[in-house]
């Protein structure tokens, strides 16, 4: 999807750069994360058909949140492997493992367009919030298909179109006014909302050979007690926000965190904050 093979490795270093920099921050937030897409990643597993004793393939799996569920429901008679191209964020999740006593999980450095795992036969495939930053996401889900036995099942989860996620716009339109920058196409490559376009996701699965495809959206409300928590967590991971807002004197940095909490104030209720988040779960079978 970017221009030119170049781009897009250079693309894919600096995310890999980012996240190795966010790997602690993003795991500090698990408990948080675990809350917020605990109802979709269940929906994730049973849709990708992950049972006691499957062989499940885990891409872009971060600080392993979601495989330590997957590793709990495959037992010990099932396997897990893990990848991610972070180092840093794959150590966390390693850790882990290792102090859940989960056995059954490996982890394996990987660029989720190269897997190599051609011919691994797996029964499982999942990508928890992780496609959407792949520069060339069709080579990804190519790459998930072939390292499922035929009958496997991949499925992913992405955010949806811009509407139903307005806390980014809000974080994005904030950050790029301030630094006197134009506005940006939600759906750009790489970019968080990429996958957004309303059937675009369910394209790149057929194109990438799978059948049987669905697509299925899902409201995931962020839950935390105020803006500001959900400014920290921004702040703490490998958002765009913060490479926009790092060419900026602090002063005026710390202006344009100042309106993006006024703006975000807007989801604050009785009970907390709630920022309104909607997650697409796709699911093919090879
Ligand atoms: C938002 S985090 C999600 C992590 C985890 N799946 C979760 O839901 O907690 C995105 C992850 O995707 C990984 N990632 C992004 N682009 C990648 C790529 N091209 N290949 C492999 N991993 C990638 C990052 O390193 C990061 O760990």
Known sequence: ???????SAAFKSAGREQWEQAAAGWDAYSPQIRGWLEPATRAMLAMAGVVAGARVLDVAAGAGDQTLDIARCVGPAGYVLATDYSPAILALAREKFSQAG??????QVAEGEALGLAASGFDAAVCRLG???????TQGLREMHRALRPGGTACTLVLSQPQS??????LMSTALRHAGLPPADPYRPGGLLSLGKPGLIGELFVAAGFRDVATTAVDAPFRLPSARHYLDFIRTSASPIQQILGRLPADARQRAWAEMEERLTVFQTPDGWAGPNELLLTAGRR
């Open 1 to 7: 999807m970017h221009t030119s093979t170049t781009d």
């Open 102 to 107: 989960l056995r059954q999980v490996q982890t």
């Open 131 to 137: 496609l959407m930053f792949f520069p060339d996401p």
């Open 165 to 170: 996620n307005p806390c980014i716009g809000i």
